[in-house]
């Protein structure tokens, strides 16, 4: 557990708890692969960032739990885009082990998918907030917004920075956002400390995906727990190939926008040297620190607390981690 997961250890280990027994299912193999995808740990920070927001506003009083159950909502719709991703991206391997479709095939996958949506709506309708409905819906549909537009990215070596930023936000700050907004909304905080913490999810989810876009390029694969360069395998035009495309040289810009092109591995040693020359990677590590920046000073909104403090740490650890 790193150090920022220890102030709301308690709160943690319920939110583990209540994501098992909101897994139960008559049908046996929505159980398994459930129960599989939570054994696969993770970082779990989505569910973190509503109970550090929770408690950081003075929420819960002893009678009210309800940010555990926001929190199992927010990392069922997260586990649910990953299943569908990794159905999309043929991928074989995350926090490694073996997806679930290289498990159990692309059908099962996606219907245990939309099983993990629907209970977290279900679950929505139960805390019995419209607004939290509002959001959290609304980020849903902004999420499968992103896909089907990484989708049509996809070996497209034309695609620049404006266009991977709306991605990255639609894919993964959007829920970033959400997490922190919701447990403002759910804790009754004023607008101004709402609006901050909106903006400290935006910023961070930003940074987080950014980094994650570099790792592909200088990341191990078992501290990944995913294989290196599966970014450009796939095709994907993220922001170290599309500055290293803008800053080489005419044949180094070919060379990327081919591999972008058809896909694949048969050039990743010489791409990984071409974005560490050109400086990509020390570029999109500038612009994740300015997203991190950006979030922190957004804490200022907040009262002095542990929580604001693993809210800073957190965001400092979104750029300086390895994995």
């Not at 709506?121 to 896909?147: H, K, P, R, Y």
Request: charged fraction near 25%.
């Amino acid at each position: 557990m790193l150090p920022f997961h220890q102030v709301v250890k308690g709160d943690f280990a319920d939110v583990n708890q209540l994501i098992i027994d909101q897994l139960h299912s008559n049908v046996g193999l929505v159980e398994n692969i459930g129960q599989y995808l939570v054994e696969a740990g993770g970082k779990r920070l989505r569910p973190l960032l509503v109970l550090l927001s929770a408690n950081a506003l003075g929420y819960p009083d002893a009678d009210k739990r309800k940010h555990l159950d926001l929190a199992a909502i927010i990392e069922f719709i997260h586990t649910a885009t990953l299943l569908h991703d990794d159905v999309v991206d043929l991928s074989e391997m995350r926090r490694g082990r073996l997806t679930a479709n290289a498990k159990w095939g692309n059908a099962p996958s996606v219907l245990v998918g939309d099983f993990l949506y629907s209970r977290a709506f279900q679950m929505m309708v139960a805390i019995g907030n419209m607004g939290i409905m509002q959001i959290l819906s609304d980020a849903t549909n902004t999420i499968s917004e992103g896909e089907v537009q990484q989708l049509v990215n996809a070996k497209d070596p034309s695609v620049d920075e404006d266009n991977y930023f709306n991605v990255i936000y639609k894919k993964t700050a959007a829920l970033f956002e959400a997490a922190c907004e919701t447990a403002a909304v759910l804790s009754g905080a004023p607008d101004e400390q709402r609006q901050a913490l909106k903006r400290y999810g935006y910023h961070l989810g930003l940074a987080f995906q950014m980094v994650d876009d570099a790792l592909d390029y200088e990341g191990d694969a078992k501290a990944l727990g995913k294989n290196v360069g599966d970014d450009l395998a796939e095709g994907k035009p993220t922001l170290p190939l599309i500055y290293a495309m803008r800053q080489g040289t005419e044949q180094q810009a070919e060379l990327i926008a081919q591999s972008i092109r058809e896909g694949g591995e048969e050039h990743l040693n010489e791409i990984v040297t071409i974005v560490r020359d050109t400086g990509a990677l020390k570029y999109t590590a500038d612009c994740a620190k300015d997203q991190v920046d950006k979030a922190i000073a957004e804490l200022d909104w907040l009262p002095a607390s542990e929580y604001r403090q693993a809210m800073l740490d957190l965001a400092q650890f979104a750029i300086a981690r390895t994995h």
